[in-house]
């Protein structure tokens, strides 16, 4: 949990950039979908269980979360770090009537989340009930402060990240030829739970081809080659992303070759991040390391990094292209993006800061090709 200080603080960037914006009032949307409630544990230190929340921020007053009826928001009045905390039957009609409340004639509301979390209904709803104030995406504006992290919050993500090292290792002792894929997996829940990470995902797979899925009741061969990604919500409220490639026999040389191709490509591009650049530039170096080696580039799956903090994916998007500015105290999530011609696919991915000096990674975690006993 933030300390009361880190909240005041937070609350204090936010509405410095919300008047400098010409926003009288914010509405902060949050739902527990697990990469998409970390708006409001950003602000109001809760963590959602059910249902949507909306936190109203205005310029002038404190600001107020509005809950569903049930017991989370009874929970929520005694703990959460705003002190008027409220369980309503109807949270779209009690944003309006705050924001009513709040809001000079014609002023322009802005919305958190208004594209990627607030459900059309409910943004239909909002406009009807407030036909004199325009509804305006303020998401960039709030992602541009929560990004950039704190000293408190550099602990925080440490801590988190070898919470989630510590579940990467339970799976990689519970990985073993006979058993099921989701046993192994329960493993390694187990491990999560006991150190507070109660949602996440851990998927796999055992093909030659990019991208993982959800475990299955396939038993382990002793011949597998598995690629696994795991990403987890920490009891700090940060996500945590961490992958690798594992089996049982140390792999062959096509293997290897890719794997240290996409180690090469993660570690160059740490290595070159410095505040000041943007995500097209840390593209270029990954790119130009796949094409000294030789290997026929054939697509792109995905993009080759992205932001990463109280939602599992934030700007800068690592896309040939992106303007997104790479800034000094963020976390990024490295994992390239690129197909080639041979066909394999790696899972490497880790988690880095930038820094002033450049890019490091966060706590022991290393790459690795791990054979497994």
Known sequence: MASPTEIDRRQLLLRAAM????????????????QQKGYI?????????????????????????????GAQAEWAKELSAIADTRAVPDKIEAVAALLRETVGAKAPVGIVGMK??????????????????????????????????????????ARAHDDVACVFEAFKAALRPGRCEREVVADAFQTAIGRGALEGVIHLNHDFKAGTR?????????????KMFMEFLTDD???????????????????????????????????????????????????????????EIVGRRLWDFHGQGMHSLLRPFGLPGSTDPIRENTMINIHPGI?????????????????????????GFRHQWHVVG
């Open 214 to 226: 959800p475990a299955s009741d396939r038993r382990i061969e002793s011949g597998d080659v598995y």
């Open 116 to 157: 990627t979390i607030l459900a059309h209904g409910d943004a239909q709803r909002l406009a009807v009930s407030l036909p004199d104030h325009p509804l305006v995406d303020a998401t960039d504006l709030v992602e541009e402060l929560w990004c950039r992290l704190s000293p408190e919050d550099l602990t925080a993500v």
């Open 339 to 363: 197909l080639t011609a041979d066909g394999l696919g790696i899972s490497a991915t880790n988690n880095y800061l930038v820094t002033a000096d450049g890019g490091r990674a966060l706590g």
């Open 237 to 295: 409220g940060y996500l945590v992303e961490l992958g690798a490639c594992f089996s049982f026999r140390p792999p062959g040389a096509a293997w290897l070759r890719k794997h240290a191709l996409v180690v090469a490509a993660i570690e160059n591009a740490i290595a070159a991040t410095r505040p000041g650049m943007v995500a097209d530039d840390v593209v270029g170096v990954i790119r130009r390391t796949y094409e000294k080696s030789g290997v």
């Open 41 to 69: 544990r950003y602000y109001a230190n809760w963590r959602l269980y059910g249902g949507t929340a909306f936190l109203v921020v205005p310029l002038v007053r404190d600001p107020t979360l509005v809950l569903g009826l």
């Open 19 to 34: 008047r400098e914006a010409g926003f009288e009032a914010l509405v902060i949307v949050g739902n527990t979908e697990f």
